[in-house]
């Protein structure tokens, strides 16, 4: 932020036809034509702002040719067509220097036709311009401070950022065409940023930049700039690829010693490595910091790094972590598919109770496989526990009648063979019961209680009966609920009653 910012708006420079004619280019041109006989044509040429009399061609409507004149390309529009649906609208930044500073009053310009018609002497049928205000940015040496406009005047923004990446409005609501994609913020036309040769930023290279980067990126870049003025190494030195990972986001500003002001300390490599250090991307960069961190008698670090991001660099980073030796990592891991393997290993050990007991296993593709067994075996583990300990608490949902008997399931399988024996679903429930989303219980004949014979599904929350199945959901027509299990609900969902006033009752005297 800027001191002061409201005295910013004192100096703000005006826009003059100067800056008029500089957006011209940036907008379509037409040639409004008049087709005279079979071979020729009359047209005003927007682009070279002439009329062309007695042209030998004929022209059709929204044609596209090149004026013979001026060499421009141009849109052929009919004489007498109602020119002010051809109202275009664009965003430009044009950049200004001012005692100092650097300003840019980013505007949507609009490019306007009249529908005057056509009268006996040729008219000229030109453009107007206009602009509306969106945002002002300054930048100073150590700040930068932006503006928004609104309610007809400039209001302080309160952060640094950039302009929007995509229009707002109506425009993308009616789709991508032409017309909207110019007026977009993503289509922002940044113009007279040589000026910054006059500003204390002369020495940010956001100039140098902005033959290949997208307007965003130059603001960004700014931003960056403002903050930490050491960043003109990075372009000075050639090391616009990190400059760009800077500026995605992807390399962290606090990994860049900005305090140093040189470019090897600044980056923490080291002479010899400097040529293959800037091509490397955020995990590279780790990489390489840890190694000589490491080892720091190493000679050639950055083809050891080659070697060990050959492996891949984000599994060799996470193995390292698990604290294996990177001249280790490169003995051990040999090749990438090997590493992957190595990495897996690790993170299902990492699962288990007694964690990581060997970093670098003797056979690894058999330690792998018994890990993988071992954390499928923990989990089924854990899930039976749960199971036994619910069918404890349990029991006050059981019922009995003369001739039925409630059981609980005591383990994961019991709701699974209950599923296989009745040849219905309850075996997909298991996870749920265990969790105590929903409840599984077993109706069974009391005078063969281990013979599975209807499954019934209780809401634990609402306690109602979800579903009550036996044999193939009684989906056969020779198959249909027995009395005895219509019954059954019926006193079944009277007793679940009585517990939920039970359960009312105590929560109010409570
Ligand atoms: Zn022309």
Redo the contacts with the bound molecule.
Sequence with gaps: MIKNPDSLLNKIPDLTDEHEKQIAMYFP?Y?FYENKSKTTCDYF??????W?IGEQLRLCHNQKFV??????S?EAKALHYGRKSLERSRKFGFCFAVDGRLYIRFVTAYQLFSDDLYNENPIEILPEYTFTNEYLYVYEQHAMQRFSYYYGSFHLMKSDGVIPYTSQGLAWYWGPSEKALLSSWGQTVLLNLDVIAHTDLKYSGAYELSDRYTVHKILKWLNLYVRHNNAEYLIKGGFDRIADLLMNGQLKLNKIHWKENNLLKMLGCRKTDIHRFCEYGTNEIELYRNIIKEEPNIQNASSFVSSLSKLGTFAVNEIHDAGVKYRQILKYGKNHQRVMLWKDYLDNCKRLPEGIEELMPAHLEQAHDRAVEKVAYYTNKTEAEMIAKRAKTLKPLLMDTQNLVMLAPETGEEIISEGKILKHCVGGYVNRHARGDTVILFIRHKASPSIPYFTIEVNPKSLTIVQCHGYKNERESNYKKPPEIVEFEQQYTKFLEDIKNVRNNSKRTA
Aim: charged share 10%.
């Design positions: 041109q040639a040429c927007t682009s070279c702002q002439s062309h004026c013979g004149h001026c060499k421009e141009v």
